[in-house]
């Protein structure tokens, strides 16, 4: 049984999301290692496979990560980071702040032989999507990059795309401003040359930003800043839709009596776009699994980050992203000898 050491304090929605989504992903099977507050936590007490850890101290959204990391050794996302380390869990999962979260991974669990940048990793939910979601990497963990750092991100996905979302043969591509291989940055630009000729990888070239939410492609490759904005883009794009559309339908008589008639289809299709179908983003590149939850995060969402971290571990994503870079010779050594992806 997979166990998963998950920060019991930090989610915008409180102790009850919390609750409510650990107790959803025990019931799937899940073991857990909850470390907040037992009274705020008190409705797991009962749960078989849960058990509470206590954690005195908190990370909080006005906190430097980094200060704050090393400066709370007793706050819930640092015990729970060193749990994993320990051995004790095998992942972990936060819906606390994300720099906190990403920092205390970072120390625990240390960067993947080879890795220089690790990079947060995040599905796409795109509606009417046939077979397993996109990833998307980097969305926030590294501002700045170099080409091949871009290089590894693409190798990162295709690994886990094929390890966790069982993806044969992952199609990956660079967002750029143009399709043509001399379209963008440089780094994107001398990413591209080294990806076209590199090995153990299906690079389709250059995907421009209106194409995001297609099914050209399994693994769109950024720096975390474009990445981060992308994201946020399409978030706060399919709130802006989905409340138009119902501002719409209740506009008239006629276009109520449509709404209702749409209503169905309508909340599939919150359902497909909702950030909690997803669970978070996973953090690859490191020695061990880590999940970042979304900060709005209910039950569902905090029950699906358990459930992809306990899924990475299963399918042992550590160990396949390991072989991966190693076989395609996408180490950080390769990339300081020029042998970016040769």
Same mark, same amino acid.
Do not use: C, W
């Given at each position: 049984?997979?166990?998963?050491?998950?920060?019991?304090?930090?989610?915008?929605?409180?102790?009850?999301? @919390?609750?409510?989504?650990?107790?959803?992903?025990? %019931?799937?099977? @899940?073991?857990?290692?909850?470390?907040?507050?037992?009274?705020?936590?008190?409705?797991?007490?009962?749960?078989?496979?849960?058990?509470?850890?206590?954690?005195? %101290?908190? @990370?909080?959204?006005?906190?430097?990560?980094?200060?704050?990391?090393?400066?709370?050794?007793?706050?819930?996302?640092?015990?729970?980071?060193?749990?994993?380390?320990?051995?004790?869990?095998?992942?972990?999962?936060?819906?606390?702040?994300?720099?906190?979260?990403?920092?205390?991974?970072?120390?625990?669990?240390?960067?993947?032989h080879g890795v220089r940048r690790p990079?947060?990793?995040?599905?796409?939910?795109?509606?009417?999507? %046939?077979?397993?979601?996109?990833?998307?990497? %980097?969305?926030?963990?590294?501002?700045?990059?170099?080409?091949?750092?871009?290089?590894?991100?693409?190798?990162?996905?295709?690994?886990?795309?094929?390890?966790?979302?069982g993806v044969e043969r992952p199609r990956v591509a660079l967002l750029s401003v143009g399709e043509e291989a001399k379209k963008g940055?440089?780094?994107?630009?001398?990413?591209?040359?080294?990806?076209?000729t590199a090995s153990g990888i299906d690079f389709r070239g250059n995907l421009e930003g209106r194409d995001l939410l297609g099914e050209g492609v399994d693994v769109i490759v950024t720096d975390g800043f474009t990445g981060n904005v992308a994201l946020k883009t399409i978030e706060g794009t399919a709130k802006a839709v989905a409340a138009a559309v119902g501002d719409a339908a209740r506009s008239n008589p006629l276009a109520a009596v449509g709404g209702l008639m749409l209503r169905p289809a309508l909340g599939g299709l919150r359902r497909e776009m909702d950030p909690d179908t997803t669970g978070g983003a996973i953090l690859l590149g490191l020695r061990g699994v880590a999940v970042v939850g979304h900060g709005s995060s209910g039950p569902e969402g905090i029950a699906n980050a358990l459930r992809l971290a306990a899924r990475a571990v299963e399918q042992d994503a550590v160990g396949r992203i390991a072989e991966l870079l190693e076989r395609a010779g996408a180490t950080r050594a390769a990339m300081r000898d020029g042998r970016i992806g040769q």
């Open positions: 049984m997979t166990t998963v050491a998950l920060d019991g304090r930090g989610a915008e929605r409180g102790p009850e999301a @919390i609750v409510g989504g650990a107790r959803a992903a025990a %019931d799937d099977g @899940i073991a857990l290692r909850v470390f907040g507050d037992p009274q705020e936590l008190g409705g797991l007490e009962s749960v078989a496979g849960v058990e509470l850890v206590p954690a005195a %101290d908190e @990370i909080g959204n006005e906190d430097e990560p980094v200060a704050a990391v090393r400066g709370k050794p007793d706050s819930s996302v640092v015990l729970a980071a060193a749990d994993v380390a320990a051995g004790r869990s095998d992942a972990l999962a936060s819906a606390g702040p994300t720099g906190a979260t990403m920092t205390a991974a970072l120390f625990a669990l240390r960067r993947q990079a947060l990793t995040v599905q796409l939910a795109v509606p009417g999507r %046939d077979g397993p979601p996109s990833l998307l990497l %980097d969305v926030g963990a590294n501002a700045e990059v170099r080409a091949g750092d871009l290089v590894q991100f693409a190798y990162l996905g295709a690994a886990f795309s094929q390890a966790v979302l940055t440089q780094n994107v630009v001398d990413a591209h040359a080294a990806l076209a």
